[in-house]
C-alpha cells in the first residue's frame, strides 16, 4: 500500500523553528517529485513549496520564501521542511504530497499530485 506520513508538527511559539518529516511507504520516493501543502481554517489549501525528483529543483510560494527549506534524502525515503521564523499566519495543517513524473529537475506546486499525506497540525501560539 501506497502511502505518505507526515511527522514533526506540534505546539511552536512565534519566532521558532520546527522541522516536518514525509515518509513514505510502499514506494519508493526518488521517482516522484514532492511538494508540502498546507491548509488553515476557513481559507483554501496552499502549495507552499516543491522538491523536483532529482532534488536539484526548489520552489516556495512567497509567503514562505526565505523562512522554510525544502530537502530530501532519498535514502531515507523522505522528505523534510525545515521552518524558521514562524507566525501565527504559519498555523495550518500540512500535507505532503507526491506525484511520479519523468523530469528529473522540475517542479510545481501547481501539478496534480496522486498521493497525499493525511497531515500534521502546526500551531504558532505564544
Known amino acids: 500500500q501506497l502511502q505518505l506520513v507526515e511527522s514533526g508538527g506540534g505546539l511552536v511559539q512565534p519566532g521558532g523553528s520546527l522541522r516536518l518529516s514525509c515518509a513514505a511507504s510502499?514506494?519508493?520516493?526518488?521517482?516522484?517529485?514532492i511538494a508540502w501543502f498546507r491548509q488553515a481554517p476557513g481559507k483554501e489549501r496552499e502549495g507552499i513549496s516543491c522538491i523536483s525528483k532529482g532534488g536539484g529543483t526548489t520552489n516556495y510560494a512567497d509567503s514562505v520564501k526565505g523562512r522554510f527549506t525544502i530537502a530530501r534524502d532519498n535514502a531515507k525515503n523522505t522528505v523534510y521542511l525545515e521552518m524558521n521564523s514562524l507566525t501565527p499566519e504559519d498555523t495550518a495543517i500540512y500535507s505532503c504530497?507526491?506525484?511520479?513524473?519523468?523530469?528529473?529537475?522540475?517542479?510545481?506546486?501547481?501539478?496534480?499530485?496522486?498521493?497525499w499525506g493525511q497531515g500534521t497540525q502546526v500551531t504558532v501560539s505564544s
Open positions: 504530497a507526491a506525484l511520479r513524473v519523468a523530469i528529473l529537475s522540475m517542479c510545481d506546486m501547481a501539478w496534480r499530485y496522486t498521493y
Open positions: 510502499g514506494f519508493t520516493l526518488d521517482r516522484y517529485t
